[in-house]
């Protein structure tokens, strides 16, 4: 991977310039309808934008979208597998005398969140700048799956907390830059009117990977099996995507000279110089800070607030009703949208929708209406998960730094995770209990889905 980093970094000539805005070289598309033959401006003869910088506009095949779809499944099998499973039975094991279990844990899936909060974008970023005859994307996806196999072996081998942290922190690091690379393909090869199918198919594949990965961790037989069960499921499943399935290269003499200043300030999502990227980040994260307030206490809301006999067994089944109308909304909301070429009223709509099941919530507690609340949130976060997918990819503001937008726009997805439990300790405790949370929840996500009426280039 070294030898990447590097090739990704090294300048190129310093004659060629991209020009900002525009560096696809292509005039602001409108409503994902091509503009003529990609041209670089400026003075003297018009020089074409290389494949890798221009906007796609052949339709891709059910092949590479299969093909991506499974290559995605295989990294939430890496991540889950271990966390729904193995790392809360290897804390057990490994804790030393007198630690909790719970704080080696939370040490361990605190640490590994941090790294992958941090390695997204600057994955992204780097792919962005690969250059070499296979790609941008491509090495960045088999050196992740690599390093994230071998993270999974590491852990399976590991016979201290110590060593289980620092193969779970691999994991997330290089399974990080395998995500940055493929969620990249997409805007590099999908044109606009597509991507909202192929973002509902990477929805689907993201839950059954999940539910995968779980099933593979429990059914392994044991600690060290599941995590080689994980490895090798992680390693291959992206074999057809790599394998068959051609990058865009990128000239070297395209790259803009690097330097570390301009390198680290491009992380910086700037409101002013891109308004519609900021306003559909901060949709995802509200929207996505209220789902995740939703969920972190709903063994607790089931126990305390509803008195359910058997709490465990009523969030499987409440996940079940939720996993089953997300998988029944995600790929027909994509379709849908494409076909229409709008995602601002899916967008709404599908917040309102969750903000009106949040707020079931708090007003009919009862088992009844936490399966109606389920429901709708499932049908919500299918129409939010591809649909809000396009729309970010439609809202990059250049061709050179998908990977890196991208990447920051995944933390949106990670931070909540983060905020969610500081937030819902003291409302739960001081500001009236479970109802407060969820019309606090509500509230938020009502916020998120209204913002998206904010971004003027997207209908």
């Given at each position: 991977m070294g030898g990447g980093v590097r090739a990704a970094l090294r300048p190129g000539p310093r004659r060629l310039r991209h020009p900002d805005p525009h560096p696809e070289g292509v005039l602001p598309l409108a409503a994902g309808r091509a503009a003529g033959p990609a041209v670089t401006p400026g003075a003297g003869p018009a020089v074409a934008a290389p494949d890798a910088l221009a906007e796609p506009a052949e339709p891709v095949g059910a092949g590479w979208t299969g093909a991506?779809?499974?290559?995605?499944?295989?990294?939430?099998?890496?991540?889950?597998?271990?966390?729904?499973?193995?790392?809360?039975?290897?804390?057990?094991?490994?804790?030393?005398?007198?630690?909790?279990?719970?704080?080696?844990?939370?040490?361990?899936?605190?640490?590994g969140a941090a790294v992958a909060l941090a390695a997204t974008p600057v994955f992204g970023a780097v792919s962005d700048r690969t250059a070499g005859r296979f790609g941008r994307r491509r090495p960045w996806l088999v050196a992740g799956v690599l390093g994230g196999a071998g993270g999974h072996v590491l852990l399976a081998t590991a016979g201290t907390w110590q060593l289980m942290l620092l193969g779970w922190c691999l994991v997330q690091l290089a399974l990080s830059a395998a995500f940055a690379a493929l969620t990249a393909a997409v805007p590099d090869r999908v044109p606009r009117r597509q991507r909202g199918a192929v973002g509902g198919w990477l929805g689907v594949a993201q839950i059954l990977g999940v539910l995968a990965g779980t099933g593979l961790a429990t059914l392994a037989g044991g600690v060290t099996a599941g995590y080689l069960a994980c490895a090798a499921f992680t390693l291959l499943a992206?074999?057809?995507?790599?394998?068959?399935?051609?990058?865009?290269?990128?000239?070297?003499?395209?790259?803009?000279?690097?330097?570390?200043?301009?390198?680290?300030?491009?992380?910086?999502?700037?409101?002013?110089?891109?308004?519609?990227?900021?306003?559909?980040?901060?949709?995802?994260?509200?929207?996505?800070?209220?789902?995740?307030?939703?969920?972190?206490?709903?063994?607790?809301?089931?126990?305390?607030?509803?008195?359910?006999?058997?709490p465990e067994n009523g969030v499987l089944l409440l996940t079940a009703v939720n996993g089953a109308l997300l998988l029944a909304t995600v790929v027909v909301?994509?379709?849908?949208?494409?076909?229409?070429?709008?995602?601002?009223?899916?967008?709404?709509?599908?917040?309102?929708?969750?903000?009106?099941?949040?707020?079931?919530?708090?007003?009919?507690?009862?088992?009844?209406?936490?399966?109606?609340?389920?429901?709708?949130?499932?049908?919500?976060?299918?129409?939010?998960?591809?649909?809000?997918?396009?729309?970010?990819?439609?809202v990059l503001p250049a061709a050179a730094d998908r990977g890196k937008d991208l990447g920051i726009i995944n933390i949106a997805n990670s931070l909540p995770q983060v905020v969610a439990p500081a937030l819902a300790a003291p409302v739960v405790r001081y500001l009236g209990g479970y109802p407060a949370l969820y019309l606090t929840a509500a509230a938020i996500g009502l916020a998120g889905a209204l913002f998206v009426r904010r971004i003027r280039g997207v209908a």
């Open positions: 991506l779809s499974l290559a995605n499944g295989a990294l939430w099998v890496g991540w889950f597998g271990p966390l729904q499973i193995l790392l809360a039975l290897q804390a057990a094991e490994l804790a030393p005398p007198g630690t909790a279990k719970e704080s080696v844990l939370a040490w361990v899936t605190g640490a992206p074999l057809p995507y790599v394998l068959l399935h051609r990058d865009a290269v990128l000239p070297a003499d395209r790259r803009p000279p690097f330097s570390w200043r301009a390198f680290l300030y491009g992380f910086r999502l700037s409101p002013r110089r891109h308004p519609d990227l900021a306003w559909a980040w901060l949709t995802r994260f509200l929207i996505n800070l209220g789902n995740s307030l939703v969920l972190l206490y709903l063994l607790y809301y089931l126990r305390d607030a509803l008195h359910h006999p058997d909301s994509g379709h849908w949208s494409d076909r229409t070429g709008r995602r601002k009223p899916f967008v709404l709509g599908a917040g309102v929708l969750m903000t009106a099941a949040t707020a079931l919530l708090a007003g009919w507690q009862t088992w009844p209406g936490a399966l109606v609340a389920a429901a709708l949130l499932g049908i919500g976060f299918g129409v939010f998960t591809s649909v809000d997918f396009a729309l970010m990819t439609d």
